[in-house]
């Protein structure tokens, strides 16, 4: 699920856990941890993050309809 409501919004500050580029997508999981990737790793890990996430913001709507 893709969602933009409970979580807070990706700063432009934050940076992506695989890359260091800007986030642009976080994703909660079950523990409440959160992981932060930019739009090319968000896209590259959507399946496996809607698997485990318990939630994911994508304010900027890099995800599509991926």
């Known amino acids: ?3 933009t409501t409970a979580t807070p919004p990706v700063s432009p ?4 856990d ?3 580029a800007r986030a642009a997508v976080r994703a909660i999981l079950p523990g409440g941890t959160d992981l932060l990737f ?3 790793h968000g896209r590259q890990h959507v399946k496996q993050l809607r698997e485990v996430a318990v939630e994911i913001r994508d ?4 995800l599509g309809a991926v």
Not at 59 to 62: F, K, L
């Open 1 to 3: 699920m893709t969602t």
């Open 38 to 40: 930019c739009a090319h």
């Open 59 to 62: 304010d900027e709507g890099v």
């Open 18 to 20: 695989r890359c260091g």
């Open 13 to 16: 500050a934050e940076r992506c």
